[in-house]
């Protein structure tokens, strides 16, 4: 696209992100909606199970703000949205994420996170756009509890929800490799606060402690992971937009590392105000394991440390935060209830 390319409506840049509906990227769309209003911001989304555009109640009336309902596996709707909205920049979070359910559907997880990719990538390169960014996991690099990967490291992917995400991964780079279409990885930690669907294991365990019940652990409760703030993941996504080269790929590291087992107790002593580990142990229910389940993942971040990021949320203000937007938004989502259930048991 030219340099002197000028969107129409008197905005600098059109940016669309999908699956603006959803968790991290509601709070992206927010963050530019209030700071860049110079921006027009497009936010495709289906409305899944797990969106509720509550989430973006704080902008929903702004001047360059703008919702449009669609999938992005619709090959005709897609072509058709980059023909008619000269979408400048690309940031691409939909996709269905949830590992336990990809074990119960793979096929749906394959088709919306591939081949949904696949149809938003084919269509921005038709329409010339300036960059395209890609959201991704760092579950993609399969487990490992002493290893830590950097961006070139194998990807070795354990379940279907890996394993799709992998796969539009090689799509996105083979545009970038065959094309030089200008496109960007990002690849990310857990991320956790307000508006996620709480199907995930922070938004559960407040969740069902906040309803009275017990936390659900899937096998052990020795596996770990590392939490990073909505906030942060926000603040690294837009300094890669500014200063990622395209073509790379991006470790979004958090710098909290807690095990499952441990985050229960947490959440427990903090929402129920238990006392002694006895008291805590109560409110834990160990249930069956995933059928694969990695104990960790250990990311290296220095590429984003270059370009000047690093989380600035502590986990004590963090999980303060998020567990106090639930008290009031658990209902944010009309199925909501189902998403407390434990592996193998959602309806």
């Not at 949205?81 to 336990?100: G, R």
Request: aromatic content about 12%; hydrophobic content about 35%.
């Amino acid at each position: 696209m030219s340099s002197d390319h000028q969107p129409p409506g008197g905005f600098r840049k059109r940016l669309l992100v999908t699956g603006g509906a959803g968790f991290i990227a509601s709070h992206m769309i927010i963050s530019l909606v209030e700071n860049h209003p110079d921006y027009q911001v497009i936010n495709l989304d289906k409305l899944d199970y797990c969106a509720s555009l509550k989430n973006l109640d704080a902008i929903s009336s702004k001047a360059n703000y703008k919702f449009l309902q669609g999938d992005i596996c619709d090959s005709h709707f897609i072509k058709q949205l980059f023909e008619t909205e000269n979408i400048d920049v690309v940031l691409h979070f939909a996709a269905q994420t949830h590992v336990d359910l990809s074990f119960l559907d793979s096929f749906k997880f394959a088709y919306v996170n591939i081949v949904g990719t696949h149809i938003l990538l084919n269509a921005a390169y038709e329409a010339g756009v300036e960059k395209f960014v890609y959201i991704s996991t760092d579950e993609v690099y399969g487990g490992s509890l002493n290893e830590e990967f950097d961006e070139t490291s194998p990807k070795r992917p354990t379940n279907p929800y890996a394993s799709s995400k992998a796969a539009a991964e090689s799509f996105v780079l083979s545009f970038w490799e065959r094309y030089k279409f200008p496109v960007i990885i990002t690849r990310s930690s857990n991320v956790y606060g307000p508006h996620q669907y709480p199907e995930k294991v922070i938004p559960k365990f407040i969740s069902l402690l906040q309803h009275n019940r017990k936390c659900f652990i899937h096998g052990s409760g020795r596996q770990t992971r590392s939490f990073l703030y909505a906030s942060d993941a926000v603040d690294a996504i837009l300094t890669i937009l500014k200063l990622g080269k395209v073509g790379e790929i991006y470790n979004i590291g958090a710098t909290f590392e807690i095990s499952v087992t441990q985050l229960a107790k947490e959440l427990i002593r903090t929402i129920q105000n238990t006392s002694s580990d006895t008291e805590t142990e109560l409110w834990m229910d160990y249930v069956n394991d995933r059928p694969v389940n990695d104990l960790r993942y250990v990311m290296k971040c220095e590429k984003m440390n270059t370009l000047g990021w690093r989380p600035k949320v502590e986990w004590k203000e963090g999980i303060k935060r998020t567990i106090q937007w639930y008290k009031t938004n658990f209902h944010n989502w009309k199925n909501a209830e189902s998403a407390l259930e434990p592996f193998g048991c959602q309806a």
